[in-house]
């Protein structure tokens, strides 16, 4: 990146840049945006440049439009094509510099630390035990681990040889990660011994096996050992590919890493949606079109630098992870956590982003809502003077949250709510350094992204709720689906949704209502296809779940609309309590009053009921369309179990809808 220590930001830097090559003023974000838009090839070479990603590739980014968009057309649209490089060779740049690239943490307080002179070393033995095995350009690279700094170096390594990663978190049963896993026959699995999780040691040794069992190209496999963990792992009942420890595999660190330069899509990892109610997709991400949008998501949007402590709570099952190593990209240090955020307490985290420095810390509405009736007081309680950002993301984050965040974390921190997901691991939207936040919304459309607002007729709307479009191509979309050859189920996820009107070219359909705001700011309301349409009003609900999982005594809300015969709509809302809270008739009106006057009195559910549990998938998403389906007796909702966080609910939810008398 240009040599620049007069700009406060990454973000200043690039602008800066961005003025002197072009000549206008840019003064304001909205003025970088809209240029970013309008002028995508111009912008996406400029940043290019900025980050001096020549001296990473095989031979200079040619001359013009057409060498970083070749088609602007999506589905298809052709980013970067003579470009060859590999992402693995944007992390390693930076190994010559002190300090440690990754920390490893676990529940008990064990600490891991790789320097960043030490990557290089580590990458390299990781990539020959690969190439040793047959394992190259092409081949598919599985990993069941939970969030280590060992995760981080085998994604490392797999990238540099060309070969594609994929992961998934321990917390899936081996048949549930092969349901996954097995649809990329991959030929090398890195597995864990265990874990420690809410106070428990979680043995994994025999579903590690298990899982190997289950992948029928498998030649080798890899295993890590948890700390205090018998090393040897247990023998197999049927024959396995060829087992290594990881501390044999890195016991030679002499060699040098050699990135194989592939072909800008070539593909990088593969990704998987949640797949609640059908076969999982595999989502396929090539290398440049992740490096230039992380590049651009990480240091621009999130102002991560060398001097950054980037720790996002996470897992390999969620694109979460991917995004967090992208912090490695800008120099930054990455911190692992592979525990519960809430064990011992809910004070958890927030103790390792004090103990870290952390400087950006990545978390969830549910983490910040359990503080909140946890009665914890962070700013005062911790030394947070590090942290600069607080990023949240998996859900909506509510306006009290915000205010709870400024009243108990620290009154002047940016709070960095985001949105986007697995299908273009990364963000459309969020908060940016340097601009103002409004609580309850999401300050700016990122860099690159032509997101707007639209009716059903396709006309954009300001100050009104419509479906999130995005109207021209990013460079992290999907090169495509794995096994669609002919992209139809790509197509039929994002493109065949049917407008009122025709339009000359297909637009991106994310599934989400949002407003955009005359200030250029967003505020997202929960899935277009699990919306409350009551009386004809429709409203999301996250809307809801802002007002309700603000009363105290609510730990959790999930409220759902149901059509039944002849025009019959049932909205039940179901809850979870804090400990000790029971649902009086005094809760229920006070519940139903809050909806009531600050939403809609056509928006009051039909009944509270308390719940077991709410059922997310297993990156925390409320499962609001299957259970609606569920509930209103459809036979063609088949949910997976193994994708879901609690199985066990979805026959409770069943009995609700079968209970019901319309």
């Given at each position: 990146?240009?040599?620049?220590?007069?700009?406060?930001?990454?973000?200043?830097?690039?602008?800066?840049?961005?003025?002197?090559?072009?000549?206008?003023?840019?003064?304001?974000?909205?003025?970088?945006?809209?240029?970013?838009?309008?002028?995508?090839?111009?912008?996406?070479?400029?940043?290019?440049?900025?980050?001096?990603?020549?001296?990473?590739?095989?031979?200079?980014?040619?001359?013009?439009?057409?060498?970083?968009?070749?088609?602007?057309v999506m589905p298809g649209a052709r980013w970067f094509p003579d470009v060859r490089l590999n992402y693995a060779d944007a992390v390693l740049a930076h190994c010559d510099r002190d300090g440690d690239a990754i920390v490893g943490l676990d529940e008990d307080g064990n600490r891991t630390a790789i320097a960043w002179r030490e990557l290089p070393g580590l990458v390299a033995a990781v990539a020959a035990a690969l190439s040793e095995a047959g394992i190259g350009e092409g081949d598919v690279v599985a990993a069941y681990l939970p969030d280590i700094p060992e995760a981080v170096i085998a994604f490392l390594a797999t990238a540099s040889l060309g070969a594609i990663w994929s992961g998934c978190?321990?917390?899936?049963?081996?048949?549930?990660?092969?349901?996954?896993?097995?649809?990329?026959?991959?030929?090398?699995?890195?597995?864990?011994a265990g874990y420690r999780f809410n106070g428990k040691d979680v043995d994994k040794r025999a579903d590690s096996a298990e899982l190997a069992g289950l992948l029928d190209d498998l030649v080798l496999h890899i295993q890590v050992s948890a700390p205090d963990s018998a090393s040897a792992p247990d023998s197999a009942s049927a024959p396995e590919p060829r087992r290594r420890d990881w501390s044999d595999v890195v016991a030679d660190t002499s060699r040098t890493p050699a990135p194989v330069k592939v072909a800008a899509d070539h593909p990088l990892w593969v990704l998987f949606s949640s797949g609640t109610t059908g076969r999982p997709k595999g989502i396929v991400h090539g290398h440049t079109g992740v490096l230039v949008e992380h590049l651009k998501q990480a240091a621009l949007h999130a102002g991560l630098g060398p001097d950054s402590v980037f720790f996002w709570h996470t897992a390999l099952s969620w694109m979460m992870w991917n995004f967090q190593a992208a912090g490695l990209l800008t120099g930054s240090r990455i911190v692992t956590y592979s525990g519960s955020p809430l064990y011992?307490?809910?004070?958890?985290?927030?103790?390792?982003?004090?103990?870290?420095?952390?400087?950006?810390?990545?978390?969830?509405p549910g983490q910040l809502n359990a503080s909140r009736k946890a009665g914890l007081v962070p700013g005062r309680d911790h030394d947070l003077s590090a942290l600069t950002t607080l990023g949240s993301t998996g859900s909506t984050l509510p306006g009290d949250l915000f205010d709870w965040v400024y009243q108990n974390v620290a009154a002047d921190l940016p709070i960095s709510s985001i949105s986007g997901g697995t299908d273009i691991v990364s963000a459309f939207a969020g908060g940016s350094t340097g601009v103002p936040v409004v609580a309850g919304e999401l300050p700016v459309r990122h860099l690159g992204v032509a997101l707007a607002s639209w009716s059903p007729d396709a006309r954009p709307l300001i100050g009104e709720v419509g479906e999130l479009v995005v109207t021209a191509p990013m460079p992290s979309m999907p090169i495509g689906f794995w096994d669609d050859d002919d992209h139809a189920r790509y197509r039929a996820a994002y493109f065949d949704h049917t407008w009122e009107r025709p339009l000359t070219e297909p637009v991106w359909r994310h599934g989400d209502w949002v407003t955009v705001t005359d200030r250029g700011s967003l505020v997202i309301h929960g899935r277009s296809d699990a919306t409350l349409n009551r009386h004809g009003i429709r409203m999301g609900s996250a809307d809801i779940y802002e007002v309700v999982e603000g009363v105290d005594e609510i730990a959790e809300a999930f409220v759902l609309g149901v059509d039944g015969p002849d025009g019959a709509y049932w909205m039940p809302m179901f809850v979870t309590l804090v400990d000790g809270a029971e649902l009086t008739d005094e809760l229920t009106a006070r519940v139903a009053g809050e909806v009531r006057t600050r939403l809609s009195p056509r928006h009051v559910p039909d009944e509270i009921v308390v719940a077991p549990g709410i059922p997310h998938t297993r990156t925390g998403k409320k499962l609001e369309v299957p259970i609606t389906g569920i509930l209103a007796g459809r036979d063609n909702v088949n949910i997976d179990p193994r994708a879901v966080d609690d199985a066990s609910l979805i026959d409770w939810y069943r009995e609700q809808g079968t209970a019901h008398r319309w």
């Open positions: 990146m240009s040599d620049t220590p007069d700009h406060r930001t990454p973000y200043d830097a690039f602008v800066a840049f961005l003025r002197e090559r072009t000549g206008r003023e840019f003064s304001s974000y909205d003025d970088v945006w809209r240029y970013s838009v309008d002028e995508l090839p111009g912008f996406w070479r400029a940043l290019w440049d900025h980050f001096e990603l020549d001296r990473l590739a095989a031979r200079p980014l040619a001359d013009g439009d057409a060498a970083v968009l070749a088609d602007p978190g321990q917390d899936y049963a081996p048949e549930g990660a092969a349901g996954r896993l097995a649809q990329l026959r991959p030929r090398a699995l890195f597995t864990c011992p307490d809910a004070d958890r985290l927030w103790q390792i982003v004090a103990d870290e420095g952390v400087t950006y810390f990545g978390t969830s």
